[in-house]
């Protein structure tokens, strides 16, 4: 079975396809605070060393939490950061944790930070004043006053903080889910919002890029309204949900092996690429890109589904990242995980509890995340595959000398014996990265390092990818 490679550059492939996203989840997931050192005022080195080998070029700081977020609260000296109630998920926040420390982790990974600005909290009354006394609604002055905060080297309330370079912080994202709730603004209402915000913000600083909310039908208004003003449409993709005999739920999943891997193996792919066909179809006519600013499996039970664990999961986010890399052409922004934690399984990056007692692990769809994030062109290929079974994308190196494969096997038993061939039939030699495991493994904090790939060379063209297997092959031409 061959796999055929058009050597011919097409589009670029954005950087940020493999982008995590941080929230504090209050009672649901430590998160943010299980990676933060209260004693010492700083990220937990654990964190930073595995966010590194993960890998992500950028990383985003909101989501519900950005609806009643007021960012003032969370900069200055500790002493005077005022704590805040986390309304969606439950508890206290500290707001130990803000723009600065936020901005430093990017600095320490090597990722572009994206805010998301609280849009008179997306129509939310309910988390604009959820008590008497208490006010979370966001104006477009408070978001201008971020931007300028952030990034005008002149900014008194910064420097006054001691901080004398600005961040830089280019991307920001105006509301989070804003169509989600019927209690929310309505399209015509968040259209009008939006525009007013991204003329303050854009005021403050011209060169930002800006994303808008345009899920559910409200893309198209949101660009014809916006224009020029935004670059992205943001939307989300929730996945997993909707059948009533899906095993994905419970322990019920170690039942039925065939059925669960039926279900892994078609649902998310096929709700995925139905979702991202939709928003190019609202979009392209404006000119306008793709960002998926949050995006992975949705199961019963709060995310906490250990189906997640499982090997089989890391086959079918992997899946997901073949549909991702086809829409590259007009998709940049993208991620499939909730980043870090120490209780969700959805996470990238689980922490240990408390974080000095044990290791930090990747979960399946941080391992495969990581594996095509550090194994990737930077414009995409055309390439045919003969292979029945077999999810293939093909990626080229900016100089032209590497190939890079990403390879799915959706049969969970037969191996597929694949013959590459690059155009023209250049001379060429083949390194694997592999993961490959039965798809009811789980990982566990007992065996952190459970799916990390595997390096192997590959003579004479001819690879053999394991059945339930995932990898990302580096053809070198010479």
């Known amino acids: 079975m061959k796999i055929k490679i058009d050597l011919t550059p097409r589009h670029t492939i954005s950087p940020y ?67 805040m109630h986390n309304l969606c998920w439950d508890g206290m926040f500290s707001n130990q944790v803000g723009t600065h420390e936020v901005a430093d982790l990017c600095r320490l990974v090597g990722a572009e930070p994206l805010m998301v600005v609280n849009m008179e909290s997306d129509g939310r009354m309910h ?64 259209v009008q919002k939006t525009a007013a915000f991204a003329d303050a913000m854009l005021e403050a600083d011209p060169d930002i890029h800006l994303l808008a909310w345009g899920d559910s039908g409200w893309a198209p208004r949101m660009c014809e309204e916006l224009g020029e003003r935004i670059s992205h449409i943001a939307f989300h993709h929730h996945f997993g949900k909707g059948d009533e005999n899906s095993p994905l739920y419970g322990t019920e999943y170690r039942k039925d092996p065939d059925l669960t891997w039926y279900y892994l193996m078609t649902h998310a792919r096929d709700t995925l690429e139905a979702q991202i066909a939709k928003m190019r179809a609202e979009v392209s006519p404006f000119g306008k890109r793709l960002a998926m600013t949050e995006g992975h499996y949705s199961l019963q039970g709060r995310n906490r589904c250990e189906v997640l664990s499982s090997w089989g999961a890391g086959v079918a986010y992997a899946r997901c990242l073949s549909v991702i890399e086809k829409a590259s052409d007009i998709l940049d922004i993208a991620t499939l995980a909730d980043f870090f934690g ?63 494969l990403h390879l799915v096997n959706t049969d969970r038993c037969a191996a597929k014996d694949i013959l590459l061939q690059p155009a023209g039939n250049p001379p060429f030699s083949v390194t694997a990265y592999e993961i490959a495991h039965d798809a009811m493994e789980e990982i566990t904090p007992m065996i952190p390092d459970l799916f990390h790939p595997v390096e192997k060379a590959v003579t004479g063209g001819n690879y053999i990818l394991p059945a339930a297997g995932v990898a990302a092959l580096e053809i070198c031409l010479a």
């Open 17 to 83: 396809l493999f982008m995590q996203f941080a929230e504090p989840l209050g009672t649901a997931d430590a998160s943010v605070d299980a990676g933060w050192d209260y004693l010492n005022d700083c990220w937990h080195p654990k964190l930073v060393e595995k966010i590194r080998e993960l890998g992500p070029a950028m990383i985003r700081w909101g989501g519900c939490f950005a609806s009643y977020y007021h960012w003032q609260e969370a900069v200055g000296p500790r002493e005077n950061r005022i704590p």
């Open 342 to 404: 120490n209780r969700w399984q959805v996470n990238a990056l689980m922490l240990p509890t408390p974080i000095r007692d044990g290791e930090a692990y990747l979960q399946p769809v941080g391992e495969v995340m990581k594996l095509f994030r550090h194994h990737i062109g930077t414009h995409a290929l055309d390439c045919t595959c003969e292979c029945s079974g077999v999810d293939v994308n093909a990626s080229l190196s900016a100089d032209g000398k590497t190939v890079y």
């Open 127 to 190: 988390w604009a004043y959820p008590k008497p006394g208490m006010d979370r609604l966001g104006t477009a002055a408070e978001a201008a006053a971020w931007v300028r905060y952030a990034n005008d080297p002149d900014d008194a309330l910064r420097l006054s903080h001691g901080v004398k370079e600005p961040y830089t912080i280019r991307w920001w994202q105006i509301g989070n889910e804003t169509s989600y709730d019927r209690r929310g603004f309505d399209c015509e209402t968040a």
